[in-house]
């Protein structure tokens, strides 16, 4: 007997891939959402019309966090994502465009597409934010390394199955094949005993004259195949999450060391797609002479240390004349105060018998 439907690719399981790719991009998505996009004119902190398209609501049908989520997705699923500026001011998300690359000159965006929309004029690149996550894209990375992985993913999945697989077989003794009825009858009998079998915890089987239902399964206790199954899937997710920058640790949820391991992610991770963003706004939202008047924009990524953490590090910095009240609220991502102590630099009683006396000992 041959049969084409006996066949099955073991390197097409693509849910391992997709769910290694969410795991780690809804991480950076969720962390970077729920990030503050301030419009500073030097250090005073400007609340306007692009402050709250930023923080609040982008366009009509998007809330900031969807339509920061949604970039992020875009910058490092497509390597790419192309916003564009509508007429009533709206931040728009481009699902579909041509660009057109040039070498002295802007390079120009046609047939920018957003949902069911198209527009029909051409954007020139200092009229659209338009950012890049990489040089090659990481699609192309990820569908290498998974040809690998997916194969031996496959396999252990087709061998857990065929360990546990229940195997039968069924004589049947004075059939005869002319007669179609007994066939039928003897075909749905065959097909509802299969069906019990499969789907019922105690399954009983009436005996029939010349018929008989033998098992031929090995059933094994052992769990190795489901760990190396696992460990199969965890090497392909701490492969996509070091591509991005994330430590395995934070996505497989361990606790050891997690601040450290949450420090190296915000600087070589976040800070990085941040970093990105605020160049690109800046460029394109203020002016040159503006950018050097102080006009910017200041980018106050979520904390996973709060004030209460930092408290004594904050009372020594400002006790030793290190840094002024302004600073301090300003990495603190405070607002800048107005009451005029913030402006003096304070020195402490014990560290002023310091500096004038000596090593006091």
Known sequence: MHDI???ESTSERIHMKQLA???CVNLIARTISQSEFRVKSGKKLIKGELYYR???RPNKNMSAAQFWQTVIYKMIHDNECLIIKSDSDDLLIADDYYRQEYGLVEDTFKSVTIKNFTYQRTFMMSDVIY??????KLTNLLNSLYSDYGELFGRLIEYQKLKNQIRSTVDME????KDK??????????DNMYAAVKSKTFAIIPQQKGFKYEEHSKTSGSGQAIDDINKVTNGYLDQVAKALGIPPSLVHGEMADVEKH????MTFCVDFFLKKIGDEFNGKFFTKQEY???NRMDIRRVKYRDMFDVATAVDKLRSSGTANGHELRDKLGMEESDDPIHDKYVITKNYSETVEGGDNR
């Open 181 to 190: 009825e007994n066939q039928s009858k003897l075909q749905r009998f065959i």
């Open 292 to 294: 050097l008047n102080g």
């Open 21 to 23: 790719i969410q795991i």
């Open 262 to 265: 949450t420090r190296n992610f």
């Open 174 to 177: 004075n059939v005869n094949p």
């Open 54 to 56: 930023l923080n609040v």
């Open 5 to 7: 439907d006996l066949l």
């Open 131 to 136: 950012l890049e996550y990489d040089n090659e």
